[in-house]
């Protein structure tokens, strides 16, 4: 059965940085979607950052973009989120997630952003706080 442990929250003051690490066991899947995800206090979830396995394509949510790095270790079977200028609307529970490819699916976006209801392997979540 797949897992993935978030680690890497905690509180930082804005402007700071943060690298969330996903680490991902029981894989058996050849092209998956694998992503970061945020819930803050009242609001729904969104995608921040997602990555396709086979070609390591990503999209990032505009309001992160330029400031959010996604990118994985795949000996290590680890996704890494790093997190710099960070501001207090960044502040929200992170969850990495991951789902089957979709057929006919043609980019990362789609994935992340339009299908974000079949991401069904998910991570317990780890706090991220920006705040002075």
């Known amino acids: 059965q797949l897992q993935l442990v978030e680690s890497g929250g905690g509180s930082v003051q804005p402007g700071g940085s943060l690298r969330l690490s996903c680490a991902a066991s029981?894989?058996?899947?050849?092209?998956?979607?694998i992503g970061w995800f945020r819930q803050a206090p009242g609001k729904n979830h969104e995608g921040v950052s997602c990555?396709?396995?086979?070609?390591?394509?990503?999209y990032y949510k505009d309001s992160v973009k330029g400031r959010f790095t996604i990118w994985r270790d795949i000996a290590k079977n680890t996704v890494y989120l790093q997190m710099d200028s960070l501001k207090p609307e960044d502040t929200a529970v992170y969850y990495c997630?991951?789902?089957?490819?979709?057929?006919?699916?043609?980019?990362?976006?789609?994935?992340?952003?339009?299908?974000?209801?079949?991401?069904?392997?998910w991570g317990q979540g780890t706090q991220v706080t920006v705040s002075s």
């Open positions: 029981g894989f058996s899947l050849d092209d998956y979607a």
């Open positions: 997630a991951s789902a089957v490819w979709v057929e006919g699916v043609t980019n990362i976006q789609n994935m992340c952003v339009d299908l974000f209801g079949i991401f069904d392997d």
């Open positions: 990555m396709r396995s086979t070609d390591g394509s990503a």
